[in-house]
């Protein structure tokens, strides 16, 4: 491993900025901040105060959101550059083609990045400029992710043209500092008992390939069902699994299924809590999308995979996982206490 030496974002709370990060997912970014309709009134001090956390409120359709972003100096001295930030509908693997014109506006009429400068190293910098974006209301089932781009002198980090293969997205996604993901869905303990979202998928690759999808819920309450739906014809076999959540905790739902070559389509997810319940405050839902890595494969996937104890899957799921696996996405529903 490398360490940055630049101004990074991280790709979640324990990423240092090393290359490749070693962390469990990249979409899980604390430096993506969505605020909803309101504002911060010192963010300056506000975000840096709370580097140690991951804070972030629920995008409101069809109302102006404003949207943070905050980073580290990784140089041996001062540095300087500009935040870019881009939406997509809520996905679990997104090509660079579906989000790279999806610029998002800051308050400055024209303006359509933040700056950031640092004066030292090890300084945490925030945007001088919170994004402002008037959220359209998304296609029926989906919601929206948010990337993020820092651009300096040093590492200019320019959006590449769309992938060929899983192993040249891997190793854009995780080799790279200057990029993080925030695929994340904010529910209120008073939202309804059922919950619903699409998130986009692909096999980039040429040839069949195995993946695997796999829900892990934490602090539902016991009797909550959940199914995993894709209705296209393709994969093999078709992806329809369902569970209900026991007093297991965390509680997991997990499918493997061979997609066909440049098979693009959505994940359906759906989560009811039993009747008269109520979502428990710090409940999570975590989506994954990961790809399973046979000799094959390219040398960047192999280098990548890892073992399902390693991926973080408890014991009682290690023998239907049919090998080493990459994880591709990860889409995170949290409920606010």
Excluded at 35 to 57: L, M, R, S
Excluded at 92 to 104: A, F, T
Aim: proline residues 8%; contains cysteine.
């Amino acid at each position: 491993m490398t360490q940055y030496d630049d101004i990074f974002m991280r790709d979640a709370l324990d990423d240092t900025g090393q290359i490749p990060s070693g962390v469990r997912t990249a979409y899980h970014s604390p430096d993506v901040i969505p605020w909803g309709n309101q504002t911060v009134g010192d963010p300056q001090t506000f975000f840096v105060d709370n580097y140690d956390q991951n804070p972030g409120k629920n995008l409101v359709a069809n109302e102006i959101n404003y949207i943070y972003t905050r980073g580290k100096n990784l140089a041996s001295g001062a540095a300087n550059g500009q935040i870019y930030l881009y939406w997509v509908k809520s996905s679990l693997l997104s090509q660079p083609s579906e989000w790279r014109n999806n610029k998002v506006p800051t308050a400055t009429p024209g303006q359509n990045y933040s700056n950031v400068s640092a004066s030292q190293a090890n300084q945490i910098v925030v945007g001088e400029s919170a994004f402002q974006w008037s959220v359209p209301a998304p296609p029926t089932g989906y919601h929206y992710c948010l990337v993020s781009q820092v651009v300096t002198a040093a590492n200019p980090n320019p959006i590449p043209d769309d992938f060929n293969s899983t192993g040249g997205f891997v190793g854009w996604v995780v080799d790279n500092p200057g990029i993080a993901w925030r695929n994340v869905s904010v529910l209120s303990n008073a939202s309804p008992p059922s919950y619903q979202v699409t998130t986009a998928f692909q096999n980039l690759d040429d040839t069949e390939e195995l993946y695997a999808f796999t829900v892990e819920a934490r602090n539902l309450p016991q009797g909550t069902t959940v199914s995993l739906v894709c209705s296209e014809a393709g994969p093999n076999p078709p992806i329809d699994s369902s569970g209900t959540v026991t007093q297991q905790n965390p509680w997991y739902l997990y499918t493997e299924n061979s997609l066909p070559a440049h098979f693009s389509s959505g994940l359906v997810t759906t989560v009811r809590l039993p009747t008269g319940q109520s979502w428990p405050p710090d409940a999570t839902i975590d989506i994954t999308y990961n790809r399973i890595v046979g000799s094959h494969d390219q040398e960047i996937l192999l280098r990548h995979a890892k073992t399902p104890a390693e991926i973080g899957l408890p014991e009682e799921l290690h023998d239907k996982v049919s090998g080493t696996m990459v994880r591709l996405g990860t889409y995170n529903i949290v409920v606010d206490s």
